[in-house]
């Protein structure tokens, strides 16, 4: 979704901006490596696993947010300078999390919690995957902080592999599955899955698919993208669908796979044209009536082509409908609230930022409306993924889960999360630098809670 030239560009322009920091603030600037990952507002990480003590150096800005907050993997990124800049700082109680905070952190104040020291509101601590330090919030509520802009890591360390996004909350955890593009590659090399009970602090589980999983994966040209899941109650099975692709996107087909659980080892059903309709870019929606529905860009992404799906996922039973013929969109998401349910789109640019849309319709067979633009012209120099949907004891947060591909080169994409506002059928999109979701509420802030 960028033009390498322009990654460059932006490369120089943050190294601009660190130096300003260095010498201005009189601290390291964090967040221009993975090993440096910093915060321009305190933070606090959600409770989880300790991270490795390798996780990043953090060093929080004198606008900590003590009073408690744990963060999702995910972050926020800011559209130009703010970018190289981002990562989160430490707070009490934050054990090890997805940007690193130090394995088995208690809460301090101070400056510069070691490796397996205690975690900070101000100073170097290690942070966990876009969120940082985490404390209990009123009431004992979780309360986790996103900070977009930097390099996500999971309890081990190591940077969360998973673009394309798909997330699914089963067995009171979120799980989190998308692609691996580690090798800085289009081709296909593992379809991976981490797990979170609190949104910021995700552990590797391990590889659900692989090219050792069947032999039409091993294809030299093989391409997969955007997986997604959904679990079906008669079946007992975990159901992923995703963009089955060769090297010159001309094979054009969907994939389905199945597993006992979850974080297991996936098994192929099959890949094929639903309708005989080309498929690339997709994605799964299951309903509160059990009800499944599959889509995807079809007719070399001019047109979307809205499917359900059969009793145990793995088909489709019929085309509902084909949806703004000739609008070129992919990247689709979908959720529901209070009754309408709502398609999130991007543009077919190839790498290179465009103008999310979303449309909405009363019913899954329509009729749907005509497309409306979210966000900015450039979807805040990110792609959509996915809608994770937080329910709490007092709301429900919509959550925008997109990749900044390309940040500068593919395995140095970014993850960036950014609550949805829903105002009856209206949904808009601002970009934030950092924001704090309530996950036991479902409330989130811009200002902190």
């Known amino acids: 979704m960028r033009s390498r030239s322009l990654r ?7 190294a ?7 010498v201005g603030c009189g601290r390291p600037n964090n967040g221009t490596t993975p090993s440096t990952l910093g915060a321009s507002a305190g933070t606090a990480m959600a409770p989880g696993p300790a991270a490795a003590s390798g996780g990043n150096p953090v060093s929080a800005a004198s606008a900590g947010i003590g009073a408690g907050a744990s963060a999702p993997s995910s972050a926020v990124g800011s559209s130009t300078a703010g970018r190289g800049v981002g990562g989160p700082a430490v707070g009490a109680a934050g054990r090890g999390g997805v940007f690193g905070a130090g394995a088995g952190g208690q809460a301090d104040t101070r400056a510069g919690a070691g490796a397996s020291g205690r975690a900070a509101v101000s100073g170097g601590a290690a942070a966990a995957a876009g969120s940082a330090g985490t404390v209990p919030g009123a009431g004992g509520d979780v309360v986790v902080t996103i900070k977009n802009g930097g390099y996500w890591l999971d309890t081990a360390g190591n940077r969360i592999e998973a673009h394309g ?9 979120w799980y989190w599955i998308g692609e691996d593009k580690s090798a800085s590659s289009g081709s296909f090399k593992a379809v991976n899955c981490y797990r979170s009970t609190d949104l910021s602090h995700w552990e590797f589980r391990h590889p659900i698919i ?3 999983t069947s032999s039409d994966l091993a294809a030299a040209d093989r391409i997969i993208e955007r997986p997604k899941v959904v679990y079906n109650d008669t079946t007992h099975k975990y159901v992923m669908w995703l963009h089955w692709e060769g090297m010159n996107y001309g094979t054009a ?33 299951k309903d509160d009536d059990g009800k499944a529905y599959f889509l995807s860009a079809a007719n070399n992404n001019a047109d979307s082509a809205l499917y359900e799906l059969n009793a145990d996922y793995t088909n489709i039973t019929r085309q509902i409908t084909t949806l703004w013929a000739g609008s070129y969109r992919e990247a689709p998401a979908i959720m529901k609230a209070d009754g309408t349910y709502f398609i999130i789109n991007s543009g077919a640019t190839n790498w290179d930022p465009n103008q999310q849309k979303y449309a ?24 959509s993924a996915f809608i994770i949907t937080v329910k709490g004891s007092k709301t429900t947060t919509y959550i925008y889960a997109g990749d900044r591909w390309q940040d500068p080169d593919l395995k140095s994409s970014k993850y960036i999360w950014l609550p949805i ?11 934030y630098d950092s924001w704090q979701l309530n996950v036991t509420t479902g409330e989130w802030s811009a200002a902190g809670m």
């Open 8 to 14: 460059l560009l932006c490369c120089i322009v943050r």
């Open 16 to 22: 601009g901006v660190a130096l300003a920091l260095l």
């Open 165 to 173: 996004a798909g997330l699914i909350y089963t067995q009171d955890a």
């Open 210 to 212: 692989t090219r050792q």
């Open 253 to 285: 087909e969907a994939g389905v796979f199945t597993s006992d659980g979850v974080d297991g080892d996936y098994m192929q059903v099959r890949h094929f044209r639903p309708n005989n309709n080309m498929s690339r870019d997709d994605t799964l929606f």
């Open 360 to 383: 909405t319709a009363s019913a899954m067979n329509g009729p749907w409306s005509s497309l409306a633009n979210l966000g900015n012209a450039q979807g805040f120099d990110t792609q």
């Open 421 to 431: 506002k829903l105002n009856g059928k209206k949904l808009t999109l601002d970009n």
